[in-house]
């Protein structure tokens, strides 16, 4: 069975520093792997996506994963975090066969000025 | 384009009632996947249609159900509501036939259970 573990449930980060967020997978092939972003009542917007090839991953606003295979990871950075990027944050994983979708608790994030 | 589209986007009911919630796929998608996120947590995966015929289903009762139209749209019922069936139902839409592409997702529907 698929599933995701994301360590940290909250995490307070400073405007300007840089952010990691965590996500380990479970999954017997190779997955497709995702991040999501949610504002407080909305809906899901994806940050970005790994489906194969290079294993860092480029993101919208500023985003960008790594998937690591023998660690079984696919960490979330940003260099430089800005206000508006307080949110939720939920890693998935699928596989394209059936596009189940498995997600994890998810982290909140917030920024301090 | 208008992306996935949910409909209502708030709704309270009374424990035991029925609801129905409705989700228009986007543009060109033909696979509706529906999930049910409770307060707190990560969204669940609840069923999947393409075809018009549930191909997938998660670990959810048969209190659950859905429909898939010819138009692709799609409507999941729940039947008998408890408490614990207060949740945000996300809605998300892919085409079937494209590997490599991503589920887009709806804006949800807030259900509370009174």
């Known amino acids: 069975a698929q599933s995701v573990t994301q360590p940290d449930i909250h995490i307070t980060v400073s405007e300007g520093a840089s952010l990691e967020l965590r996500c380990n997978y479970s999954y017997g092939a190779t997955p497709y792997l995702f991040w999501y972003v949610q504002s407080p009542g909305q809906g899901l917007q994806l940050l970005l996506k790994?489906?194969?090839?290079?294993?860092l991953v480029q993101g919208i606003k500023g985003f960008e994963a790594e998937f690591k295979r023998s660690q079984s990871s696919f960490n979330l950075r940003k260099p430089s975090v800005h206000w508006s990027d307080a949110a939720e944050y939920f890693c998935?994983?699928?596989?394209?066969?059936?596009?189940?979708?498995?997600f994890g608790a998810g982290t909140t994030v917030t920024v301090r000025a | 384009d208008a992306g996935v589209t949910q409909s209502p986007t708030h709704l309270i009911k009374t424990r035991g009632q029925q609801v129905t919630l409705r989700c228009s796929p986007k543009?060109?998608?033909?696979?509706v996947s529906w999930y049910q996120q409770a307060l707190g947590q990560g969204p669940q995966f609840i069923f999947q249609?393409?075809?018009?015929?549930?191909?997938q289903r998660g670990n959810f009762p048969d209190r659950f159900s859905g429909h898939q139209f010819p138009n692709y749209s799609s409507e999941l019922n729940v039947n008998a509501l408890l408490l614990g069936d207060s949740a945000l139902y996300l809605c998300?839409?892919?085409?079937?036939?494209?590997?490599?592409?991503?589920?887009?997702f709806g804006q949800g529907t807030r259900l509370t259970v009174v």
């Open positions: 543009s060109g998608h033909d696979t």
């Open positions: 998300a839409s892919r085409r079937r036939d494209l590997m490599n592409t991503e589920a887009f």
């Open positions: 998935a994983v699928g596989a394209w066969v059936d596009y189940k979708l498995s």
């Open positions: 790994y489906f194969s090839g290079d294993t």
């Open positions: 249609y393409y075809e018009e015929e549930e191909r």
